[in-house]
C-alpha cells in the first residue's frame, strides 16, 4: 500500500490536499520550555499512516562532500544541499528507495535542533486558486532530510525551509515544528508559496490537528513572527482576509473551518486542552479553541505521552467504548510511530537531545528514550516491512494493539497499563542513571556509551512487551464464550 492511496475520503469531502498526499492525520503537541517540568523545550507528534506499515528508526552520519542535488523519488522535487551537513536522526518509512530516505518524519541534529515534519493541513479553495500547489514542489516526503542536516537553531529552520518553499514551491499544506534549547517554532505552509510562522511562548503549550491554525501575525514583530516575503500584499490583494496595520490572520485567509473540521480536528484539540487545563471548561463542539494555552500544572515527557495516546479517555466520546458523536480521537489505529523531541537544559550539550519513541500505537506501546549523539540505532529500529514479523520493534508493539483492539479498554486496563507504568518507571531510573555516567565521558567513547544505552532499553521494552503479548493471547482467548450444558 503506498501513501498516495491513503485518505481519499478526506479529498471527497472537499479539502484541497494539494497533489501529494501525505500522513494527514497526525496530532502534534508543543510544550515551551517554561510550561514543561524540567525547563526542556517539547515537540511531539503522532504519525498516522495506515494500521501495517513498518517505521525505522536511523542515524545519518555527518557529510562534507560537496554539493548535492537531492530527488525525491516520490514526486520529482529537485533542490540543491550544502555540501556540509550536520548527523542527524529519522524515523523513515520501511520502504526506501535508492538509498534516500522516504518520511523520514522527525529527528534531532548534532546541534540539538529538533524538527518534526508534518501536521498536515488543509487549504480554503480560495487560497489555493490564487497560488495553487506545486507538483514537484517540496513535500512531507523529502522535508527532513533537505533540511534538518543544515540549520542550527529552531528559527534558521524557519528560515531555511521558508526559502526552499518560496523558490521551488511546496506540493501540499503542511505544519513544520522546529525547536531549540530555548526556542519553539510551528510553522504553516498555507498554499504553492506562501508561509508563516510563530514563536511558541516559552509559558504555554499548543495541541494542533490537521488544520491551519496560526491566527493573527504582527508581521513587523520578527523575534515572534515570520511570514514568506509580501504576504499581506497577496492576502490583501486576493481578498483572503482582512489586513490591518500589517497585520493578517493567517487561519482565516488559507484554512478551513468546516464540518469535517468539526468532527475530524477541533474535537482532538478539545481533548488536548481538556487534559493539560482542566480548569478551562470548554465544549467539544467548540470551533473557537486557542491555539496556545497555559497548562494548569508543568508538563512533563509523561504529561505528553498521556495527550498522545488519548481516545477521549474518562468521556463519553470514548473511542474504545460507545463512541457518542463519531469524533475523531488523537490516538488512532492508523498511528504508525509517536515521537517526543526533548532538548533539554540541565544537562550538558552532548547529552540534551533526547528522541522518545513509541512504536505503532502509543495507547499500547511505550516510548523508549533514545540519545540523539550516536553513531547507530538499536538493530529492532532498522528492520520491519509492511508484513508481521517476530524481531522488529515496530511489530512486537503492534502486536499488542492488535490483541488488545477487539475487548476495547478491558485487557488494556487488566494487561497494558500495569506494564507500561512500570516498564516506564525503569525507564526514566534508566536515563538518570546513564546522564550521570555519560557526563564523565567525552568524544567516541561517550557516543558509544550512549548508543549502548539505548540498545540496553530498546531490549527491556521490547522484551518486556513480548512477554505481555503472551499473556494477552491467553486472556484474549479466554473472553471466548463458551456455551456448553453444566450437567454434560
Known amino acids: 500500500m503506498k501513501r498516495m492511496q491513503l485518505l481519499t475520503g478526506i479529498m471527497a469531502a472537499g479539502l484541497t490536499l494539494g497533489p501529494v498526499i501525505s500522513a494527514r492525520a497526525c496530532t502534534t503537541v508543543l510544550v515551551g520550555k517554561d510550561a514543561s517540568q524540567d525547563g526542556s523545550t517539547l515537540i511531539a507528534r503522532n504519525e498516522d499512516v495506515d494500521t501495517a506499515w513498518a517505521k525505522h528508526f536511523v542515524v545519518h552520519p555527518a557529510t562534507s562532500n560537496g554539493p548535492t542535488e537531492y530527488i525525491s523519488k516520490d514526486n520529482g522535487f529537485k533542490v540543491t544541499v550544502p555540501g556540509a551537513g550536520l548527523r542527524y536522526t529519522a524515523t523513515p518509512d520501511w520502504q526506501q528507495k535508492d538509498g534516500q530516505d522516504q518520511f523520514s518524519e522527525d529527528g534531532i541534529n548534532s546541534a540539538n535542533v529538533a524538527m518534526s515534519a508534518t501536521e498536515s493541513g488543509t487549504t480554503n479553495k480560495k487560497a489555493q486558486?490564487?497560488?495553487?500547489?506545486?507538483?514537484d514542489g517540496i513535500a512531507e516526503t523529502s522535508m527532513v532530510d533537505v533540511v534538518l542536516p543544515y540549520i542550527h537553531s529552531a528559527k534558521e529552520g524557519v528560515e531555511y525551509l521558508g526559502k526552499i518553499v518560496e523558490e521551488k514551491g511546496s506540493a501540499e499544506n503542511n505544519g513544520v515544528i522546529f525547536s531549540d534549547k530555548n526556542s519553539i517554532w510551528y510553522m504553516e505552509i498555507g498554499s504553492g508559496h506562501t508561509w508563516a510562522a510563530v514563536r511558541?511562548?516559552?509559558d504555554k503549550y499548543a495541541v494542533i490537528?490537521?488544520?491551519t491554525s496560526i491566527g493573527t501575525l504582527k508581521l513587523n514583530d520578527h523575534a515572534n513572527y515570520l511570514a514568506s516575503p509580501g504576504l499581506a500584499k497577496f492576502v490583501k490583494r486576493h481578498h483572503l482576509a482582512q489586513v490591518t496595520q500589517n497585520r493578517v490572520n493567517y487561519a482565516q485567509a488559507f484554512g478551513t473551518n468546516?464540518?469535517?473540521d468539526a468532527t475530524y480536528n477541533w474535537p482532538r484539540v478539545w481533548d488536548g486542552q481538556r487534559l493539560l487545563?482542566?480548569?478551562?471548561k470548554q465544549s467539544i463542539k467548540q470551533h473557537d479553541l486557542a491555539l496556545f494555552m497555559k497548562p494548569d500544572q508543568k508538563i512533563s515527557v509523561a504529561t505528553v505521552q498521556r495527550v498522545l495516546a488519548s481516545h477521549f479517555n474518562g468521556t463519553k466520546y470514548d473511542s474504545n467504548g460507545k463512541w457518542v458523536g463519531g469524533y475523531r480521537p488523537i490516538n488512532v489505529p492508523t498511528d504508525?510511530?509517536?515521537h517526543i523531541l526533548q532538548i533539554r537544559n540541565d544537562v550538558p550539550a552532548e547529552i540534551a537531545g533526547v528522541q522518545w519513541l513509541a512504536m505503532a500505537s502509543p495507547a499500547t506501546s511505550v516510548y523508549v528514550p533514545f540519545y540523539t549523539n550516536v553513531n547507530t540505532t538499536?538493530?529492532?529500529?532498522?528492520?520491519?516491512?509492511d508484513q508481521p514479523d517476530q524481531s522488529s520493534a515496530y511489530w512486537t508493539y503492534k502486536l499488542t494493539r492488535v490483541?488488545?483492539?477487539?475487548y476495547r479498554n478491558k485487557l488494556i486496563n487488566k494487561d497494558v497499563r500495569p506494564a507500561q507504568k512500570k516498564l516506564n518507571h525503569q525507564l526514566q531510573v534508566n536515563l538518570k542513571q546513564s546522564d550521570q555516567t555519560a557526563q564523565q565521558l567525552t568524544g567516541s567513547t561517550l557516543s558509544n556509551y550512549l548508543a549502548q544505552q539505548n540498545q540496553q532499553n530498546a531490549d527491556l521494552a521490547q522484551n518486556t512487551f513480548e512477554k505481555l503479548n503472551q499473556k494477552l493471547i491467553v486472556d484474549s482467548s479466554r473472553q471466548t464464550k463458551i456455551v456448553h450444558h453444566q450437567d454434560l
Open 336 to 338: 504508525v510511530e509517536s
Open 277 to 280: 487545563t482542566p480548569s478551562k
Open 129 to 135: 486558486k490564487a497560488d495553487p500547489f506545486v507538483k
Open 200 to 202: 511558541v511562548p516559552n
Open 209 to 211: 490537528a490537521n488544520q
Open 403 to 406: 490483541l488488545t483492539d477487539p
Open 378 to 385: 538499536p538493530h529492532q529500529y532498522q528492520s520491519g516491512t
Open 258 to 260: 468546516n464540518k469535517l
